[in-house]
Nanobody, 129 residues
Framework: QVRLVESGGGSVQSGGSLRLSCAAS????????MGWFRQVSGKEREGVAA???????AHADSVKGRFTISRDNARNTQYLQMNSLKPEDTAMYYC???????????????????????WGQGTQVTVSS
């Protein structure tokens, strides 16, 4: 059973930065397909960034150029570097994993959160204007 634990959330002013971390345990991390999602209460979960089977990454248009997904396989950890934060980035952020990516690019996984098997408990990000 894979366990995902997010950290790094918090409250920042508009224009600030945060780095989210997601530590994975209980599985062969290097073989897992990873992604970040966010959700505002009352709204659907939204894909933020994800890896594809070829190791490439995809980012939602709303965060492109400001957020960057990365992973450190030696530490079993993925990250989401968030710069130039805006109030509309306020949400609960979730780390997700599945046993292997089937598609290149990562864009598919941004649009299909149901493809992910494991989810973290979430970390809150609040951006004030």
């Amino acid at each position: 059973q894979v366990r995902l634990v997010e950290s790094g959330g918090g409250s920042v002013q508009s224009g600030g930065s945060l780095r989210l971390s997601c530590a994975a345990s209980g599985g062969p991390y290097m073989r897992y397909c990873m992604g970040w999602f966010r959700q505002v209460s009352g709204k659907e979960r939204e894909g933020v960034a994800a890896f594809g089977s070829d190791g490439s990454t995809a980012h939602a248009d709303s965060v492109k150029g400001r957020f960057t997904i990365s992973r450190d396989n030696a530490r079993n950890t993925q990250y989401l570097q968030m710069n130039s934060l805006k109030p509309e980035d306020t949400a609960m952020y979730y780390c997700a994993a599945r046993p292997g990516c089937l598609y290149n690019g990562g864009g598919y996984y941004l649009r299909h959160p149901e493809e992910f098997t494991y989810w973290g408990q979430g970390t809150q990000v609040t951006v004030s204007s």
